[in-house]
């Protein structure tokens, strides 16, 4: 959050955002903090996620015709379930990752990859 200035409600968002590992919407980060924050709007909500995503703090993975958050920033990889809707990062992908960056002609600022099947809690 190099460039835009601290709020408590902005604060609030990225902790809680950073805190989870299901990759939220703006709408689930915004009931978890209503109880704390009773005058924030959803609104305020996807105006900070906005400013977060355009500063480069957090990620916004646009799938299924939802938008989610991630609080990790860094390049990494999504699974998403057909079944269950859930969202996990995904680990230990650099042989796949190494290769098929590597056969790209250039440099390569960024990167999203998201895998989709079924949860090992939903086979």
């Not at 903090?33 to 609104?43: A, Q, R, T």
């Not at 480069?56 to 299924?64: A, E, F, L, Y």
Request: charged fraction near 20%; glycine fraction near 8%; charge should be negative.
């Amino acid at each position: 959050m190099a460039g835009i200035k601290h709020s408590r409600q902005r604060d609030a968002i990225i902790n809680e955002l950073c805190s989870r590992t299901d990759h939220p919407t703006a709408e689930t980060l915004y009931w978890s903090l209503k109880e704390d924050f009773p005058n924030l709007s959803l609104g305020t909500v996807y105006r900070n996620l906005g400013l977060l995503c355009d500063d480069g703090s957090i990620i916004k993975i646009s799938v299924d015709g939802a938008d989610r958050y991630d609080g990790n920033a860094k390049p990494h990889c999504h699974f998403l379930c057909r079944n269950c809707k859930g969202m996990f990062d995904v680990h230990n992908v650099s042989p796949f990752s190494e290769t098929l960056l590597s056969s790209v002609n250039g440099e390569i600022e960024n990167y999203s990859l998201t895998l989709y099947g079924v949860c090992k809690n939903c086979v």
